[in-house]
């Protein structure tokens, strides 16, 4: 898929470009890629849908303002679904009403819309996960200017009627085939009102970013990718109309010493060669810092012997009573260091096995120093 371009190279116009020169250059790029001149060009249509995604965008001005500080990601999804084409139920009004002597229909009355939700990561380390916690942040939002409730005008002053539209939110316009259509006014972006005098707090956007901190609760037993959310706690609607939601995605660190494997935790206990060979108990700690003693079996092999210590893994999320198991793994350590006391230990053993080891085994060189002297071992010859 393509990269989207910026809004403002789609229309051809600068950051600090008006709403009138925005408009301009909208309406003659409109015209030129538009799919009724353009019939069967298919790159003529997608440069329409560009462009006309682009003018959503930038003719709105909370949009606008949203785009400036966050790019396409502070937009997402907000041009596709109220683009400044024609609405199909505007269309359809405006042919029943023409069918019935409406001769255009009335304005649809929309109430204010709601606002948008807010996706957070909260990142959690493996501890946290399995306990529950409590954890405070900031999240960034857009709420509604306090200065001038979220109008756009300076304080005292009241937004114009749009006199393109003239307050009513829409145009009409001819398509060319004897239909009169009707479609959001490109003066007002639909509102019927334009502010003339913009508050300077929020610049005539209405809205401001907020940083808020936020206090949640996350239970024991989440793991990656597990969702929470919080009513209310998103960007700010339309003066008039709820908050959006606040959605916590949870994202679990690994641990150095601990594995998850579901509702298990596994993890590696290092014991000596005598502790492998005679067995018996050795003291371990959970991930919760508690002290367990365990049974090491006679015989222990490197990775192969598990032993199985039940209820000290990860909490089940809907049941924090119930838990999984640790597994221990244990690892032999074969010692690199031995004094002169368990050397002579070693050797003993060594003498009771028959497998008394040899002097110095030669490396890759001294071998083929032999091979050159001739003195290296001859295979016996089969009688």
């Known amino acids: 898929m393509a990269e989207k371009r910026d809004y403002y190279e789609v229309l051809g116009v600068i950051r600090t470009s008006t709403e009138v020169e925005i408009t301009k250059a909208y309406r003659q790029l409109a015209k030129r890629y538009h799919p009724d001149r353009n019939?069967?060009?298919?790159?003529?249509?997608?440069?329409?849908?560009?462009?006309?995604?682009?003018?959503?965008?930038?003719?709105d001005p909370n949009k606008r303002a949203r785009y400036d500080r966050h790019g396409h990601a502070g937009v997402q999804g907000g041009a596709s679904s109220e683009g400044v084409g024609v609405d199909l139920g505007d269309l359809l009004g405006d042919f029943l009403g023409g069918f019935f002597g409406g001769g255009g229909g009335g304005r649809r009355q929309r109430g204010p819309?709601?606002?948008?939700?807010?996706?957070?990561?909260?990142?959690?380390?493996?501890?946290?996960?399995a306990t529950g916690v409590s954890k405070t942040f900031t999240v960034p939002s857009e709420q509604n200017c306090r200065d001038c409730g979220g109008g756009g005008a300076k304080p005292g002053t009241q937004p114009a009627q749009c006199r393109r539209c003239r307050g009513q939110g829409f145009e009409v316009a001819d398509t060319g085939f004897g239909i009169a259509t009707r479609m959001r006014c490109r003066g007002c972006n639909g509102r019927g009102v334009v502010i003339t005098?913009?508050?300077?707090?929020?610049?005539?956007?209405?809205?401001?970013?907020?940083?808020e901190p936020v206090t949640v609760n996350i239970p024991a037993g989440v793991d990656t990718g597990i969702r929470f959310t919080y009513p209310n706690?998103?960007?700010?609607?339309?003066?008039?109309?709820?908050?959006?939601?606040?959605?916590?995605?949870?994202?679990?660190?690994?641990?150095?010493?601990?594995?998850?494997d579901g509702?298990?935790?596994?993890?590696?206990?290092?014991?000596?060669f005598s502790r492998a060979a005679l067995g018996g108990p050795?003291?371990?700690?959970?991930?919760?810092?508690?002290?367990?003693?365990?049974?090491?079996?006679?015989?222990?092999?490197?990775?192969?012997?598990?032993?199985?210590?039940?209820?000290?893994?990860?909490?089940?999320?809907?049941?924090?009573?119930?838990k999984g198991d640790l597994l221990v793994q244990l690892v032999v350590e074969t010692p690199t260091k031995l004094n002169a006391e368990q050397e002579e230990l070693f050797r003993k053993l060594a003498d009771l096995e028959g497998t008394l080891a040899p002097g110095p085994r030669k490396g890759i060189f001294g071998k083929l120093k032999d091979l050159v002297s001739g003195d290296l071992p001859q295979k016996e010859e089969k009688k």
Request: charged letters at 30%.
């Open 263 to 272: 509702h298990n935790l596994i993890c590696q206990c290092p014991i000596t």
């Open 233 to 260: 706690g998103g960007h700010a609607g339309e003066p008039g109309a709820p908050r959006g939601d606040l959605e916590i995605v949870i994202r679990v660190h690994e641990h150095k010493s601990f594995e998850r």
């Open 197 to 211: 005098d913009p508050c300077p707090t929020c610049r005539g956007a209405g809205r401001v970013e907020v940083r």
């Open 39 to 59: 019939i069967g060009d298919d790159e003529a249509k997608i440069r329409y849908a560009e462009v006309d995604e682009a003018y959503a965008i930038l003719n």
């Open 113 to 129: 819309r709601r606002g948008e939700n807010i996706a957070a990561v909260l990142d959690l380390d493996l501890l946290e996960a």
């Open 282 to 322: 050795i003291e371990i700690t959970t991930l919760t810092n508690q002290k367990v003693t365990i049974e090491v079996p006679r015989g222990s092999q490197t990775h192969a012997t598990v032993v199985r210590v039940p209820g000290h893994g990860m909490p089940w999320l809907d049941d924090a009573r119930r």
